[in-house]
């Protein structure tokens, strides 16, 4: 057994250090619906579901779980689960329907106080993210979204007022989720809302995938700096919250074992988790993107690098699986790989015909529970051990032709992979990393976003008609996790 590998110890939550939240996580576009009720204003994730060929089989959240309708129903599930957290998302559009150009939608104020309120009555941390994905449509056609700097400013006003009305019940704040993932999907694939790509990125013409996806990150970063800055001086003393950001965070392992590739593994982490945290951090991008990307590589000003710099209390990290990585500097791989943007690496999940470990319904998802380990222990070297929380990890059944609901149901490669990707946190923290919670995606199938609701990382299935939850096997196996505080050491 390597360094890493995977040892099947018996994990009890026990094991995990003194008030460690254990929940579930979700977002508002993936599970709410009701997109128009309550004086809800229109979002860029409606148009783009709304777009023929964007989403599998041309699916939207119009409706996604009902949770809108059926709030206080998935409350009570992770009540008697016995989660002591849940990560949410705040609609954009339900508390300013037009972004900065219009009122605040006092029922969107009241639908998320309602859902802070019955968590506390229960003893569940509402875990917030202020922007996942979904923002209003208004700002994506007046000037492009994220491509303008005003966004900085609209960010701001958006999640002032997040501050002001929850901050007093909320505890725990990420602004953005994944900068990283949406720059990539958004702005280079164009598989995600507002669908801009390039060649050879993707088949579309709109946008210029080699600034586009930098500009993204840069305005989202500086965005989330002033924000913090808000935070910190008018509301954090009073308020006794902490914030951070969640980074889209995938471990790579070297294709072959030359040094030729593990100088690639750095370079595909560098354009994956330093691209976002090291200006977070340090108030600079990572010396693997200067030297790949020179000066195509957007500038903080010296005052943008002292606001940026230690503007996270804690890091969310969002982790799925591993993929191998090949260097394609010294001889060309493929088109995309050749390109700057994507620091002259490959990625790939299969070696010698051999998987990395096995596949999911998610194509680039293998089960390498050693990555969550190999993770950790690099986010906290790098970053000096800031606090951690894994805000999403999970498992995405594949989806069979012949399944029956029976199928479904019996998740236990689900229930495995939690407890393979826990023993390798336990590791991780026993060796001394600071992690503090651990959060399922998800709690609910729901709108995979460009896969619509054909893959699924629910702890409950829910039925497409009626919206009805119905447990899966990881929920017996969760919450008697949740609730066997048995020491195993
Ligand atoms: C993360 C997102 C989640 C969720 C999850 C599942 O990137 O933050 O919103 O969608 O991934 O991944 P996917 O839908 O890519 O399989």
Request: charged letters at 20%; proline letters at 5%; glycine letters at 8%.
């Amino acid at each position: 057994v390597q360094c890493c590998d995977e040892v099947e110890d018996a994990i009890s939550r026990s094991d995990f250090p003194e008030g460690f939240l254990f929940g579930t996580s979700t977002s508002s576009y993936q599970i709410e619906g009701a997109p128009f009720e309550d004086g809800r204003g229109l979002s860029n994730w409606d148009v783009f579901s709304h777009t023929p060929g964007k989403i599998k089989n041309d699916e939207n959240g119009d409706i996604a779980d009902d949770h809108y309708h059926r709030y206080l129903e998935d409350i009570e599930l992770m009540s008697s689960l016995g989660v002591n957290v849940y990560r949410f998302s705040i609609s954009w559009t339900r508390i300013l329907p037009r972004g900065i150009y219009g009122d605040i939608n006092p029922n969107g104020i009241m639908f998320y106080n309602k859902i802070i309120d019955n968590l506390l009555l229960r003893g569940i941390e509402p875990f917030v993210t202020i922007h996942h994905h979904d923002l209003p449509q208004e700002l994506e056609e007046r000037y492009g979204g994220w491509i303008s700097l005003l966004m900085q400013r609209d960010f701001v006003h958006f999640a002032e007022i997040c501050f002001k009305s929850f901050g007093d019940r909320v505890k725990y704040w990420t602004t953005i989720n994944e900068p990283a993932l949406v720059a990539n999907y958004a702005y280079m694939k164009g598989i995600y809302a507002p669908g801009h790509c390039s060649p050879p990125f993707g088949n579309c013409n709109t946008g210029n995938s080699d600034v586009e996806p930098l500009i993204v990150v840069h305005n989202m970063l500086l965005a989330h700096a002033k924000a913090v800055e808000l935070y910190r001086k008018h509301f954090q003393a009073k308020q006794g919250g902490t914030i951070g950001i969640v980074a889209h965070s995938v471990m790579y392992e070297p294709l072959r074992d030359e040094e030729c590739d593990r100088q690639a593994v750095n370079r595909a982490l560098a354009f994956l988790i330093p691209w976002v945290l090291d200006p977070l951090v340090f108030g600079e991008y990572p010396a693997e993107m200067h030297s790949i990307l020179g000066s195509q590589l957007p500038v903080f000003s010296l005052k943008e690098k002292s606001l940026l710099k230690g503007s996270i209390d804690f890091i969310g990290i969002n982790h799925y699986g591993s993929l191998y990585v090949k260097d394609c500097s010294l001889s060309a791989c493929s088109l995309e790989a050749d390109h700057p943007i994507t620091g002259f690496v490959e990625v790939t999940g299969i070696r010698d015909g051999v998987p990395i470990g096995d596949q999911t319904g998610f194509s680039w998802f293998y089960v390498v529970p050693r990555g969550m380990q190999k993770l950790v222990d690099y986010v906290k070297i790098r970053y000096h051990n800031i606090p951690m929380y894994i805000t999403e990890n999970g498992y995405c059944s594949p989806l069979k032709p012949d399944e029956t609901m029976h199928d479904l149901l019996q998740d236990v490669k689900r229930i495995d992979y939690h407890k393979a990707y826990l023993a390798a946190l336990l590791r991780a923290i026993r060796k001394g990393a600071d992690v503090r919670g651990y959060m399922i995606w998800s709690l609910l199938d729901n709108f995979e976003w460009a896969n619509g609701y054909e893959i699924r990382y629910g702890l409950y299935h829910v039925n497409r008609d009626t919206h009805e939850r119905i447990p899966k096997l990881s929920v017996q196996w969760f919450s008697s996790f949740l609730n066997n505080t048995i020491r195993t050491n």
